[in-house]
């Protein structure tokens, strides 16, 4: 009997133990959803600046291209700790950002004359 109670001790600490680990690990993904979408706001206003000068828009692609992998690295690590809403606005952020560098590495290729 004590050898039972023992055990079934060990598992709720154990349970208390994952799902604290769990909470932390799906707190950490939304604050990082977040700072994707926080990024992507920045990238968005910075390339979107007409006639930016070569060296600012290399910045700035450079900046955006940072964003991109900061987001693919997200939805390939801890999409499973976000809900499908997050991963929604994830991946709208990560097309934001692709959509960004396309269009940025268009601009510099008018800057250079083709």
Aim: no cysteine; aromatic share 6%.
């Amino acid at each position: 009997m004590l050898a039972a109670l023992a055990g079934i001790l060990l598992f709720a600490i154990g349970a208390a133990w994952w799902s604290g680990r769990e909470s932390l690990r799906r707190a950490a993904a939304l604050k990082a959803v977040e700072q994707v979408e926080s990024t992507t706001t920045d990238a968005t206003a910075a390339l979107n600046v007409p006639g930016l000068p070569t060296a600012e828009l290399e910045r700035q692609l450079e900046f955006a291209k940072r964003a991109f992998a900061s987001a693919e690295s997200m939805i390939a690590t801890s999409s499973r700790y976000i809900r499908a809403d997050e991963q929604t606005r994830l991946q709208l952020a990560r097309a934001q950002l692709a959509y960004l560098l396309a269009a940025g590495h268009a601009q510099r290729a008018a800057h250079s004359g083709g």
